[in-house]
């Protein structure tokens, strides 16, 4: 009883003292008590979905790949056997390379047109919902919506090459560059492109809304050029936006499975690739290497999103922001 | 406002059709017969070769029991709703604690509910694939269902924790302080008040479930085909403009495009796109 003086400090409601006290505390004590529970009960079945079905899995692989696989006979735990192979074969190597560059260069570049669509409609323009409707379709369909259209627009055989025959720029499909399937990735990156400018569109475009285009206005008014109002004016705040959806769009290209398998070289690949590869192979005995590919990608996943967060947030800083 | 500069007009309507015209060649794809290099449009159409083929073609085929569409949009639309039921009666009290309360380890639990959608989905779904099959529930519409938890629970909480936070918590206290129980208040007060963010993450739960192409992949097994394990499928076999593929594309976009308009008619601007068109002239009449 006496220790409820505790806990009552912590409670937000007033503390009731009609009957000397005594009863008071009591109140108090058991209100805290139903407020505790209150979040727990709240939290406790999103929390525990997400245990058995999130982290549970990342156990599960995690252990295999430190040699804990019964199943297949493999009773090694714990050994690093299996991230020393995988992290020593160049397929590993080049594989982290392209899954970089697959992932990198669409995000710069989703990031550029997104942005700068944003800011563009966030001006009084014709027509502005219609066209709205228009850049969220991408977003709602599957990647894979996304890979048949760049297929039936960049084969060799496809609508963009029938063009270039039809005006003359190339006189066989052999004359048109090698877009799919071609080490150099463009059609992968297509596919994100075409999912990715929308969805950077959409978020710069929330913040936007939120900042409003008043800022942007005065600075011209003030003076200030085009570029310069957009550079000290806007970008600064709908920076947080940015960096958001650049993130998101950089995580999931670093760990998309279908767009690369369906689009991409079939040498040099990404890292799920790979990592699919080995799961597939025929000796179980070997799947740990497959789990210890998965634990790496997710860690190398992990390691670039925290950089990335630190630098922003030393920018920031720099800046002299909140 | 700012207006928009010339060359600001010519990039926005370049965008827009570079982001809207990859639909068309679908459509026709999916109508043709013959379309062979370097023919800029069909040769041959659907309807031209109708009853003469051995066996159907192009939507024909789609739609004829072989294909194995109606199982797979069947599927999809189960899993779906199971999952969005799912995921929102999760979320919902996790929504209305965060909206609601301080407490310690409250960012904690924010990243925990929210990292899902940045951890890759392989590692998620071969872990899951081994855990599934020690249980017995890999190939099954359980474990797909379960699957499909992982990335929508992140959404459903996302967007439910919004909409708790813009209810007034004294509504509920008002209908408790007159006599109604926490359920009554619960059913009575708060539901109907949050169902249009209900609805939302609803919908938006039942959208994800119906894109996630790796995990589905993973956990079935190739045993139960949804929508885009099927249409993956076409595309690893097909050629580029292939009227099977180009039709799946397009019934595949259906949700994506169903949900786009419920929820634009959710948030109230049903009548947008039509009022967009004459918006000078109704501005007008406002003032």
């Keep these: 009883m006496r ?54 899995p990342l156990i599960v692989a995690l252990v295999q790949s430190l040699g804990y696989a019964p199943i297949y006979r493999v009773r090694a735990f714990p050994t690093f056997e299996y991230y020393a192979t995988v992290l020593v074969s160049p397929r590993f190597r080049t594989a982290v390379v392209y899954t970089m560059y697959y992932a990198v260069v669409p995000t710069i570049i989703s990031t550029a047109l ?21 850049f969220r379709l991408p977003l709602v369909v599957p990647y894979l919506v996304g890979a048949a259209m760049v297929g039936a627009l960049f084969a060799g055989g496809g609508l963009v090459a029938r063009v270039l025959y039809a005006i003359g720029v190339i006189e066989s499909t052999g004359e048109f560059p090698r877009i799919l399937f071609s080490a150099g990735g463009w059609g992968v990156m297509l596919v994100y492109l075409f999912k990715q400018v929308p969805f950077t569109f959409i978020i710069v475009s929330a913040v936007l809304a939120g900042v409003g285009s008043e800022y942007e206005e005065v600075a011209r008014t003030l003076g200030a050029s085009k570029t310069k109002a957009f550079r000290y004016v806007v970008l600064p705040r709908i920076m947080p936006g940015v960096v958001t959806s650049s993130l998101l769009v950089f995580a999931f290209n670093f760990q998309s499975y279908e767009i690369p398998y369906l689009l991409g070289a079939t040498f040099p690949t990404t890292l799920p ?46 800046r002299g922001g909140v | 406002m700012v207006r928009l500069s010339p060359a600001g007009r010519v990039f926005v309507i370049a965008m827009f059709l570079v982001f809207s015209l990859p639909f068309l060649p679908l459509i026709l794809a999916s109508f043709a017969f013959r379309w062979h290099w370097p023919e800029l449009l069909p040769t041959q159409w659907l309807w031209d070769v109708r009853g003469t083929t051995p066996y159907p073609v192009g939507w024909d085929y789609l739609f004829s029991p072989i294909s194995g569409l109606g199982p797979a949009f069947g599927n ?23 909206a609601r309360y301080r407490f310690r380890g409250k960012a904690v639990v924010e990243f925990f509910l929210l990292v899902p959608v940045i951890v890759p989905q392989i590692a998620v779904g071969m872990g ?44 509920e206290e008002q209908a408790r302080t007159l006599g109604a129980g926490r359920l009554t208040a619960f059913t009575r007060i708060i539901i109907p008040m949050v169902m249009p963010g209900l609805a939302t993450a609803f919908l938006f739960s039942f959208l994800i479930s119906s894109n996630v192409f790796l995990l589905t992949f993973l956990i079935s097994g190739g045993r139960l085909q949804t929508l885009p394990t099927m249409l993956f499928s076409h595309i690893e076999s097909g050629a580029a403009l292939d009227a099977t593929t180009a039709g799946l594309v397009l019934i595949v976009s259906v949700p994506g495009l169903v949900f786009l308009i419920i929820a634009d008619w959710l948030t109230g601007d049903h009548t947008a796109l039509g009022r967009t068109s004459m918006a000078p002239s109704t501005r007008k009449n406002s003032v």
């Excluded at chain 2, 779906?80 to 919902?92: C, F, K, Q, Y």
């Design chain 1, 114 to 134: 997104g942005v700068a669509l944003a800011v563009a409609l966030n001006r009084r323009i014709r027509h502005a919902r219609v066209l709205s409707f228009f």
């Design chain 2, 76 to 98: 999809t639309v189960v899993i779906g709703i199971a999952t969005a039921i799912l995921a929102v009666a999760v979320s919902l009290p996790a929504a209305r604690v965060l």
């Design chain 1, 273 to 318: 690739v790979e990592a699919l590869r080995r799961f597939n192979v025929p000796d179980v005995t070997r799947r740990p290497e497959a789990m210890a590919y998965i634990m790496l990608i997710t860690v190398l996943s992990g390691i670039v999103l925290f950089l990335y967060l630190r630098a922003y947030r030393r920018w920031e800083r720099s």
């Design chain 1, 3 to 56: 220790r409820s003086d505790n806990v009552g400090t912590r409670a937000a409601a007033p503390i009731p003292t009609d009957h000397g006290g005594r009863v008071g505390l009591d109140i108090v004590r058991r209100r805290v008590v139903r407020r505790r529970l209150a979040i727990l009960l709240g939290l406790a079945p999103a929390i525990g979905v997400l245990l058995v079905l999130f982290v549970g």
């Design chain 2, 128 to 171: 899951m694939l081994l855990l599934f099959m020690r249980i017995g529930i890999a190939r099954t519409y359980t474990g797909i269902i379960l699957a499909h938890l992982v990335p929508t629970i992140p959404y459903a909480v996302r967007i439910m924790t919004a909409v708790f936070q813009n209810l007034d918590p004294q509504y």
